[in-house]
């Protein structure tokens, strides 16, 4: 068996690996966009919540609006760390994808390499029959002409 040939199923693996790294940061990204639409989202309504202006009716009231702006301040904090923590995935599967790739760009120059030689081989060995068939009828030519001759 041709060594170019031996390597294929090693291409079609590392081409499967880096299609499922391909699929695994596709998805991480996407969970990265929701949590950053949720940062915006909570980061509007806490802007606007605390920009409204509710008629102070009481320090219980009051009291009870500020710990809302808390909670919300509390979750807007909390949602910045997912974002954080989502895009240090996203990195590290990009990190993956471009190792998955390289290791199959590799694998390919291999294959090509080998096919190369292979080639070299095949393109040599039909060189020297047609040297050899070349040679056989130039002595069967200068035989015949020394027949020819005697005649």
Do not use: C, W
């Not at 690996?17 to 949720?38: G, I, K, N």
């Amino acid at each position: 068996m041709m060594q170019s040939r031996r390597i294929d199923p090693l291409l079609r693996r590392a081409q499967e690996h880096e299609d499922e790294v391909a699929r695994d940061l596709a998805e991480r990204q996407r969970a990265l966009d929701t949590h950053l639409s949720r940062l915006d989202e909570l980061r509007r309504y806490a802007e606007e919540y605390a920009g409204s202006q509710m008629a102070a009716t009481s320090p219980a009231a009051l009291t009870n609006r500020r710990a809302f702006l808390d909670r919300l301040d509390s979750a807007v904090q909390q949602q910045m760390q997912t974002v954080d923590s989502n895009r240090a995935k996203v990195e590290a599967e990009r990190a993956r994808l471009l190792l998955a790739s390289r290791e199959k760009q590799v694998l390919e120059q291999l294959a090509a390499s080998y096919r190369a030689q292979e080639k070299q081989v095949v393109d040599r060995r039909e060189q020297r029959e047609m040297d050899d068939l070349g040679a056989r009828r130039s002595r069967l030519a200068r035989a015949e002409d020394g027949q020819g001759e005697t005649a």
